[in-house]
């Protein structure tokens, strides 16, 4: 699974990290970063609430690929 921030799109709600502490952080930017070290099987549902509840769409997964 591939995760990404369009950067552009992410107004730093934190909604992300909140959900998903770990893999998501806000960075000094006050964006989104993830840490795909972090992504295992166990937490890649909390991932994916994350990505519904990201309030512009700013998370992008790709489950196809690694
Ligand atoms: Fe950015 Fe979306 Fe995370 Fe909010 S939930 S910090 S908009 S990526």
Same mark, same amino acid.
């Given at each position: 699974?591939? %995760?990404?921030?369009? /950067?552009? !799109? @992410? &107004?730093? @709600?934190?909604?992300c $990290?909140?959900?998903? #502490?770990? %893999?998501? #952080?806000? *960075? *000094? #930017?006050?964006i !989104?970063e993830v #840490?795909?070290?972090? &992504?295992? $099987?166990? *937490?890649?549902?909390l %991932?994916?609430? !994350?990505?519904?509840? @990201?309030?512009?769409? !700013?998370?992008e997964i790709? $489950? /196809?690929? $690694?």
């Amino acid at each position: 699974m591939k %995760v990404k921030i369009i /950067e552009e !799109a @992410c &107004i730093g @709600c934190g909604a992300c $990290e909140a959900i998903a #502490n770990g %893999v998501f #952080n806000i *960075n *000094n #930017n006050g964006i !989104a970063e993830v #840490n795909l070290k972090k &992504i295992t $099987e166990e *937490n890649k549902e909390l %991932v994916m609430d !994350a990505a519904s509840s @990201c309030p512009t769409g !700013a998370i992008e997964i790709d $489950e /196809e690929n $690694e």
